[in-house]
């Protein structure tokens, strides 16, 4: 398996258009570098949720998630499933966003996610973020979007159990959802595992990515 390293990080991005995306697409990628990385910073922004039982969740979540780091966490009020209608909210939100982090990784939704809302934050970041490594990460749904991702990101068996263990406690307004549950989540995970020689793995979409073969 090719690796590419992106050498030291000790800012990153994460973002979501509802509480939970977070930690379904990228949950162990955040354990993961947050245990190699302690005193990280993650600015963490998410568009809807804000004021609700789901902020509260959103926050316990994530701070389990980024264990050690420097976790500043912004969540909005947009309505969940109207990102289109709220554009220059939405687009407000990640250019405040751009203005006071410079990071080294940028983790987004896909750009082709079928979710109007996943899409919708995920263009925004491509051109809020342009000279930033920025890697789109999937979640199942009912809609069946998941292809063929460029970028893995392999996971330790403890993480990725880890992983769901935190998605189960911190998410209960979600575990009425029959995809939300334990088979998924891992499932998932085997199968990125298996395309790049793991036992799991999370996997992420590449817009574009400039090399420094040289350097």
């Not at 029959?178 to 020689?197: N, Q, T, V």
């Amino acid at each position: 398996m090719i690796r590419l390293g992106v050498g030291r990080l000790d800012r990153i991005v994460v973002v979501g258009a509802h509480c939970d995306d977070i930690a379904i697409g990228a949950g162990g990628t955040l354990l993961t570098l947050c245990q190699a990385r302690p005193g990280i910073r993650v600015d963490a922004l998410v568009l809807s949720g804000g004021g609700s039982e789901r902020e509260q969740e959103e926050q316990a979540a994530l701070t389990a998630f980024c264990p050690g780091a420097d976790l500043r966490l912004t969540v909005h009020k947009l309505p969940d499933g109207r990102l289109p209608a709220h554009w220059e909210e939405a687009k407000a939100a990640v250019e405040e966003l751009r203005e006071r982090t410079e990071p080294e990784l940028v983790l987004a939704p896909r750009t082709d996610d079928a979710h109007q809302d996943h899409r919708g934050l995920a263009k925004l970041m491509t051109t809020a973020f342009r000279d930033h490594l920025v890697l789109g990460y999937e979640i199942v749904k009912w809609d069946g979007d998941v292809g063929r991702p460029a970028a893995y990101q392999p996971l330790e068996t403890e993480t990725a159990e880890e992983k769901v263990r935190l998605l189960q406690e911190h998410y209960p307004s979600q575990r009425h959802r029959p995809w939300y549950d334990r088979e998924a989540f891992l499932g998932l995970a085997r199968i990125r595992g298996i395309e790049c020689h793991a036992r799991y793995a999370e996997a992420f979409a590449v817009t574009k990515l400039t090399l420094n073969l040289g350097g």
